[in-house]
């Protein structure tokens, strides 16, 4: 988004990506929008993602658009020796290197921590799971579902609309929630290794990141010993929390201070309430969520959506309109800022790009790679490491590459 040619806050750090789908790729995204060298390895089938949505190539869905760019790609098949030799170099200029695959996996392919710190002492080394290998759930399967289920985040919408069923929030949150994570484990581990000379083990698992994430507000009652009320956050689960129907559309209306439940009552016509016991401090508004949430709604059915912004938002009063998928992605604040835009890639044509969501006055994040095909920089990268025209046509030919 700043065309200003300032160093990237992560350049001249190298990480090996052996990862795939969401939850990995995020993380390397968002090192590789902060200047990392990005290595993004893959087995001759590809990353499972790159055949997820809409396509306009083979092996360049909507979901691998996402969360690929500033990666360079290299395929290997790690189950050929010379494809392992290429990995050993890779390792000895990198400064990281993250996989998902299980451990006895890696181990077996002789990438496990142990062998990749003997090529490369000082490496960052990180380690993405589905649960922490000091439990009883390590080295079991974990997809996304399965870690909203296991991490009681499958509860909650049924805790809010009071259905009995427990049912998905409808997107991949475990796999964006550790990739975030992951990323920040990442430079932890870089800034460990600048003041310290060493590198480490890191290990992200999925099912702890998830319960940290969803406990922050929802353990509640239970944060106390013995438990001093129930679990889950009495605002979000309350079945009144949602957008308003006003007279000709929805609005986010979000009072939230005394002196904003004042105006927002006096504004609609109902000044008396906020006398009301049960509404003039945050705590008793907080004991009758539901019944001033419903009092709120049946307000704001009395104006319009924008007679309502002409109001509270002179008055400081939270508020926003209610955007679709679709709208979002051409709102103001979106294309003005230019976060979100669209790029011509140059095998895809054009796409829209969402870009690093973080400002750095000083150090600005930027696309420098286009999402890329699957292998696309194998000879740039085996050239890098000093291999010949002969050697990589003789491993193209003997299945290096798959």
Same mark, same amino acid.
């Given at each position: 988004?700043?065309? $200003? +040619?300032?160093?990237?806050?992560?350049?001249?750090?190298?990480?090996?990506?052996?990862?795939?789908? /969401?939850?990995?790729?995020?993380?390397? %995204?968002?090192?590789?929008?902060?200047?990392?060298?990005?290595?993004?390895?893959?087995?001759?089938?590809? $990353?499972?993602?790159?055949?997820?949505?809409?396509? =306009?190539?083979?092996?360049?869905?909507?979901?691998?658009?996402?969360?690929?760019?500033?990666?360079?790609? /290299?395929?290997?098949?790690?189950?050929?020796?010379?494809?392992?030799?290429?990995?050993?170099?890779?390792?000895?200029?990198?400064?990281?290197?993250?996989?998902?695959?299980?451990?006895?996996?890696? +181990?077996?392919?002789?990438? *496990?921590?142990?062998?990749?710190?003997?090529?490369?002492?000082?490496?960052?080394?990180?380690?993405? =799971?589905?649960?922490?290998?000091?439990?009883?759930?390590?080295?079991? !399967?974990?997809?996304? $579902?399965?870690?909203?289920? =296991? @991490? &009681?985040?499958?509860?909650?919408?049924?805790?809010?609309?009071?259905?009995?069923?427990?049912?998905?929030?409808?997107?991949?949150?475990?796999?964006?929630?550790?990739?975030?994570?992951?990323?920040?484990?990442?430079?932890?581990?870089?800034?460990?290794?600048?003041?310290?000379?060493?590198? %480490?083990?890191?290990?992200?698992?999925?099912?702890?990141?998830?319960?940290?994430?969803?406990?922050?507000?929802?353990?509640?009652?239970?944060?106390?010993?013995?438990?001093? &009320?129930?679990?889950?956050?009495?605002?979000?689960?309350?079945?009144?929390?949602?957008?308003?129907?006003?007279?000709?559309?929805?609005?986010?209306?979000?009072?939230?201070? $005394?002196?904003?439940?004042?105006?927002?009552?006096?504004?609609?016509?109902? !000044?008396?309430?906020?006398?009301?016991?049960?509404?003039?401090?945050?705590?008793?508004?907080?004991?009758?969520?539901?019944?001033?949430?419903?009092?709120?709604?049946?307000?704001?059915?009395?104006?319009? @959506?924008?007679?309502?912004?002409?109001?509270?938002?002179?008055?400081?009063?939270?508020?926003?309109?209610?955007?679709?998928?679709?709208?979002?992605?051409?709102?103001? %604040?979106?294309?003005?800022?230019?976060?979100?835009?669209?790029?011509?890639?140059?095998?895809? &044509? +054009?796409?829209?790009?969402?870009?690093?969501?973080?400002?750095?006055? *000083?150090?600005?994040? *930027?696309?420098?790679?286009?999402?890329?095909?699957?292998?696309?920089?194998?000879?740039?990268?085996?050239?890098?490491?000093?291999?010949?025209?002969?050697?990589?046509?003789?491993?193209?030919?003997?299945?290096?590459? &798959?």
């Amino acid at each position: 988004m700043n065309s $200003d +040619k300032k160093q990237n806050i992560l350049e001249g750090y190298r990480i090996i990506d052996l990862t795939a789908v /969401v939850f990995g790729p995020y993380a390397t %995204q968002i090192l590789g929008d902060l200047g990392a060298d990005v290595i993004k390895i893959e087995a001759p089938a590809g $990353d499972i993602m790159r055949h997820a949505g809409p396509h =306009v190539s083979p092996g360049m869905g909507s979901i691998y658009l996402t969360v690929n760019r500033n990666k360079k790609s /290299v395929t290997l098949d790690l189950r050929q020796d010379c494809a392992k030799d290429v990995l050993r170099r890779l390792i000895k200029s990198a400064d990281g290197f993250i996989h998902n695959v299980r451990a006895g996996g890696i +181990k077996r392919l002789g990438f *496990d921590y142990e062998a990749v710190k003997a090529i490369k002492p000082e490496i960052v080394y990180l380690h993405a =799971v589905g649960y922490g290998s000091s439990g009883p759930y390590a080295g079991l !399967p974990a997809y996304d $579902d399965l870690v909203q289920a =296991v @991490s &009681g985040s499958a509860t909650l919408l049924p805790r809010q609309d009071g259905s009995e069923a427990p049912r998905y929030y409808p997107g991949v949150i475990a796999d964006k929630t550790s990739g975030l994570h992951a990323a920040y484990a990442m430079i932890a581990g870089f800034l460990h290794r600048e003041r310290t000379g060493r590198g %480490q083990f890191i290990e992200v698992p999925m099912m702890e990141c998830m319960v940290s994430y969803t406990m922050i507000e929802n353990i509640y009652g239970h944060a106390f010993v013995p438990p001093k &009320g129930h679990t889950a956050y009495t605002r979000s689960i309350s079945p009144q929390r949602k957008p308003y129907r006003t007279k000709d559309g929805f609005l986010a209306i979000l009072p939230y201070s $005394d002196d904003n439940w004042r105006q927002y009552f006096t504004f609609g016509g109902r !000044p008396e309430l906020f006398e009301d016991p049960r509404f003039n401090t945050y705590v008793k508004r907080t004991e009758n969520i539901n019944e001033i949430y419903r009092l709120a709604e049946e307000i704001a059915l009395t104006k319009t @959506s924008e007679e309502w912004l002409e109001l509270l938002r002179p008055a400081s009063i939270p508020c926003m309109q209610v955007n679709t998928l679709e709208s979002v992605l051409d709102d103001p %604040q979106m294309r003005d800022t230019g976060f979100i835009e669209e790029r011509n890639h140059p095998s895809e &044509g +054009k796409y829209v790009a969402i870009n690093h969501p973080v400002l750095f006055s *000083d150090a600005p994040s *930027d696309i420098r790679i286009e999402p890329p095909l699957q292998g696309q920089h194998n000879d740039e990268v085996l050239k890098e490491l000093g291999y010949n025209d002969d050697e990589i046509e003789s491993m193209e030919k003997t299945g290096t590459f &798959g």
